[in-house]
């Protein structure tokens, strides 16, 4: 017997942040980890409340253990850039390379799609 788990991120209210442009991340659902950032700077992955202490050991098992994994920031537009770089730097830490950024724009051709 097999069984699986779908896991599904909970949407979380933000402010979107825009975009000019945006490109379609061609990537199966398991490989791609939604980390949320909130206005209130609190940062969540995979639906767990993360300190920014512990955003790089958090990664790190979850990057590891899929190479192909991609991390969708997903930020409110009101959070400080500087919040956006640490927690970048914390993703470089742990070893994920692969990092995107969603917008206003993304969300709009997802919907689109739907």
């Known amino acids: 017997m097999v069984t699986t788990v779908f896991r599904k991120d909970r949407n979380r209210q933000i402010e979107w942040t825009t975009a000019e442009a945006t490109e379609k991340i061609d990537e199966k ?18 639906d767990v409340l993360t300190p920014f202490e512990d955003i790089s050991e958090t990664v790190r098992p979850i990057y590891a253990e899929n190479r192909e994994l991609v991390i969708a920031i997903r930020g409110d537009s009101e959070v400080p850039y500087q919040q956006i770089n640490t927690i970048t730097e914390e993703l470089q830490a742990s070893g994920a390379v692969r990092v995107t950024f969603a917008t206003r724009l993304e969300q709009r051709a997802m919907r689109a799609r739907r």
């Open 29 to 46: 659902r398991q490989n791609i980890l939604h980390l949320w950032v909130q206005r209130d700077g609190s940062v969540w992955i995979n």
